[in-house]
Nanobody
């Protein structure tokens, strides 16, 4: 069974930092681009960042320069380091695995809540 399990969310003050982690099934992790997406109430889900099997990353414009995505292939884990957090970063953050194979599809974690508030 394919599983993606996120952790690290919580309540943080503006300007603070959090580090999210996602552990995925190895058979999927090793062949997938891994990504972080988020969804705030009343808004569509948006891509925050993703990273290829070879470690090439990209970021959404709203988080560029503040967030860093990384992956540890030995641990089947992808991370999202979030610095200089703003209230508008408040959302449920989801881990995604995309093997880019139409016969497999992609996979999602259950989400972890990040709340940035004074």
């Amino acid at each position: 069974q394919v599983q993606l399990v996120e952790s690290g969310g919580g309540l943080v003050q503006p300007g603070g930092s959090l580090r999210l982690s996602c552990v995925a099934s190895g058979s999927i992790f090793r062949l997938s681009t891994m990504g972080w997406y988020r969804q705030a109430p009343g808004k569509q889900r948006e891509r925050v960042a993703d990273i290829t099997r070879d470690g090439v990353s990209r970021y959404g414009a709203s988080v560029e320069g503040r967030f860093t995505i990384s992956r540890d292939n030995a641990k089947n884990t992808v991370y999202l380091q979030m610095n200089s957090l703003k209230p508008e970063d408040t959302a449920v953050y989801y881990c995604n695995a995309d093997p880019r194979n139409i016969l497999i599809g992609n996979f999602w974690g259950q989400g972890t809540q990040v709340t940035v508030s004074s």
